[in-house]
């Protein structure tokens, strides 16, 4: 018998949009990819050093369980220098990928019945990982003709004595929202504690991304390498946590994780202190393709009213063609031989949009919007509606 709580997760969409890629192109089948968010680059060549030379020296044996203390101190260094705020290396506990780091923030703080608020749209793992520990998600509903900004105001009325976190994401997937810093100012001083997932920090493209470490200690932060860095493979993250949840979650990485990847985590040391130029020409190529793909996108007639500054995301209303994006989805996948994610994969917020990742080469997104193009052009669409 499969538990109730493993029965009442769902899938990850932008998965099943892969998979079906996938076995497409095992079929013969051209597809461009706009539905993942992995970077297209390949590790930075100090990063990719780093990981030769520590299997040759020999690290490749169990870590302190929070993880090398080199790495959490080059860790504390990049925070000090980047935001300006002072932690110590025993806050940060490192992990493989920000999700297992998730799933222990949330064991620690979450009883039966107690309430985290997050925005909607989210990223779609979010309320899987709420609700499987018991806990409960209660949903802002963002606006598009605002860029999805998190108003302090709007989330006031949400606390009450269940709440136990206030989740942002800024830069956020899937919007590409950045968060001003007067409202995580604001949110800061609710009253409950802020978890800011900031795994897309460095990817900014106007205006400039604030830790909520800024402006509050009792804060959790979730942080990695794989977006900023082109490390996903290498399974690396971290979190930062207010001193008395240092020993509790510590048992529980090392009950359930024993400790990160070591290799990895040689790779980390490298990546913070020698991939800066590196991640300068990553971004600087993502803002050239960001801008280019909102504007064929906006040709095409999808609607942006506010142009997304963070992450590799385009968050487009597509309810002009069909406002089931889970159909349209899978059709512009099957007709037009695009990925992309449909919005109802982030929450109610996000039905009738379409999520575009601009994580590949300007090449391949330019035949994608041609792709695209095309298929709103011929009115593949309106069959679909009419099967409606």
């Known amino acids: 018998m499969i538990s109730e709580r493993l029965n009442a997760m769902t899938s990850f969409i932008v998965m099943d949009v892969l998979e079906k890629a996938k076995q497409m192109e095992n079929q013969g089948t051209h597809v461009i990819h706009l539905e993942v968010g992995e970077p297209d680059f390949d590790l930075p060549g ?8 520590a299997v040759r ?14 790495l ?79 108003h302090p105001e709007q989330i006031k009325p949400l606390i009450n004595e269940k709440t136990r976190a206030i989740l942002i994401n800024s830069p956020a997937n899937p919007t590409g ?18 978890v800011s997932d900031e795994i897309y920090h460095g990817l900014v493209y106007a205006g400039q991304e604030h830790s909520i470490l800024e402006y509050s200690d009792r804060a959790f932060v979730l942080n990695g390498f794989s977006k900023m ?42 990546a913070l202190q020698h991939a800066e130029n590196d991640i300068v020409q990553m971004r600087e190529t993502y803002n050239l393709r960001r ?22 995301y385009v968050f487009a209303n597509a309810s002009h063609l069909c406002r089931d994006s889970y159909r349209l989805a899978f059709d512009i996948l099957e007709k037009a031989h695009v990925g992309v994610t ?18 590949n080469s ?25 099967q409606q």
Not at 342 to 359: C, E, H, N, T
Not at 362 to 386: C, F, P, T
């Open 57 to 70: 020296d020999g690290h490749t044996h169990y870590t302190h369980s929070l993880g090398m203390v080199e």
């Open 342 to 359: 449909p919005g109802v994969d982030f929450g109610d917020g996000g039905k009738g949009f379409i999520r575009f990742s601009y994580a």
């Open 362 to 386: 300007h090449e391949n997104i330019a035949e994608g919007m041609d792709r695209l193009e095309r298929y709103v052009q011929s009115e593949e669409w309106e069959k679909l509606n009419r």
């Open 229 to 270: 860095y082109a490390m996903t493979g290498l399974r690396l993250g971290y979190l930062i946590v207010p001193p008395e949840f240092i020993r509790p979650i510590q048992k529980l990485q090392q009950n359930f994780f024993i400790a990160a990847n070591s290799i990895s985590q040689v790779a980390g040391i490298a």
């Open 46 to 53: 100090c990063v990719a050093e780093a990981v030769c030379r």
């Open 291 to 312: 801008l280019f793909m909102i504007k064929r996108l906006r040709e095409i007639g999808f609607h942006i009213p506010v142009e997304p500054t963070g992450a590799f």
């Open 72 to 150: 959490r101190e080059a860790i504390c260094d990049y925070y000090q220098r980047r935001y300006n705020v002072t932690i110590h290396p025993d806050q940060v506990i490192v992990s493989s990928g920000t999700s297992p780091a998730m799933l222990s923030l949330f064991s620690a703080i979450l009883e039966t019945g107690d309430e985290v608020i997050m925005p909607d749209p989210h990223y779609a793992c979010y309320p899987n990982f709420v609700n499987f520990l018991g806990g409960v998600c209660k949903k802002l509903l963002l606006s598009e003709h605002d860029g999805f900004q998190m």
């Open 177 to 194: 929202t950045v968060i001003s810093d007067s409202n995580m100012q604001a949110i800061a001083g609710l009253g409950p504690r802020v």
